[in-house]
């Protein structure tokens, strides 16, 4: 059964970096699919925010490129979010799931990101 | 890049049949899968439908999916409605580099 975790600091200052880390357990990322990550901020509805395949080709949310960088470490089958300069429009659940085809498949359970000082 | 018009929020009873629609803004709808998620508060969205009209294992029948070219939309359709359907639902498509979610509609069923 392919698991995804997602972990990662729950608050973080305005204009820091948001930094999470999805675990990828019981399917190896090396063996293909795109890993994604998608957002939603509390009460509103999911927003993707980009993808990357295990070579590392990575695909983002055109409103969000210039802030965003998802990276994967195959030897520890996990991939990584970072988003720079946040503000409290950031904050919501971050979920990471598989795209499994065409739809995301498998998710993680999210996890609460709230940006505030 | 497009974007995927869901209505707010839609109600009808039990053992009825409800119908959501999510239209394309630009873009044919039938050049791109469509897929449908459910997400219950507190949960994360799970799969309903994919590929138009493809459900996977464990869902229901009572759930199926459709795409209209003329109105370049796709609709989600349940029938025989549960308590348990009362849920918010997503369509999600993409084109050839990014993912988009329409902005959901509650589902009530009282």
């Known amino acids: 059964q392919v698991q995804l975790q997602e972990s990662g600091p729950g608050l973080v200052k305005p204009s820091e970096t948001l930094s999470l880390t999805c675990a990828v357990s019981?399917?190896?990322?090396?063996?293909?699919?795109?890993w994604g990550w998608i957002r939603q901020p509390p009460g509103k509805g999911l927003e993707w925010i980009g993808s990357?395949?295990?070579?590392?080709?990575?695909y983002y949310n055109p409103s969000l490129k210039s802030r965003v960088t998802i990276s994967v470490d195959t030897s520890k089958n996990q991939f990584s979010l970072k988003l720079s300069s946040v503000t409290a429009a950031d904050t919501a659940v971050y979920y990471c799931?598989?795209?499994?085809?065409?739809?995301?498949?498998?998710w993680g359970q999210g996890t609460l990101v709230t940006v505030s000082s | 890049n497009f974007m995927l018009t869901q209505p707010h929020s839609v109600s009808e009873s039990p053992g009825k049949t409800v119908t959501i629609s999510c239209t394309r803004s630009s873009g044919s709808i039938a050049s791109n899968y469509v897929q449908w998620y459910q997400q219950r508060p507190g949960s994360s969205p799970t799969t309903v439908i994919y590929e138009d009209n493809q459900r996977p294992s464990g869902v229901p029948d009572r759930f199926s999916g459709s795409i209209d070219s003329s109105s370049n939309s796709a609709s989600l359709t349940i029938s025989g409605l549960k308590t348990e359907d009362e849920a918010d639902y997503y369509c999600?498509?993409?084109?050839?580099?990014?993912?988009?979610f329409g902005g959901g509609t509650k589902l009530t069923v009282l």
């Open positions: 019981g399917y190896s990322i090396s063996s293909g699919y795109y």
């Open positions: 999600q498509s993409y084109d050839s580099s990014n993912q988009v």
């Open positions: 990357i395949y295990h070579s590392g080709s990575t």
């Open positions: 799931a598989r795209l499994g085809g065409s739809d995301f498949d498998y």
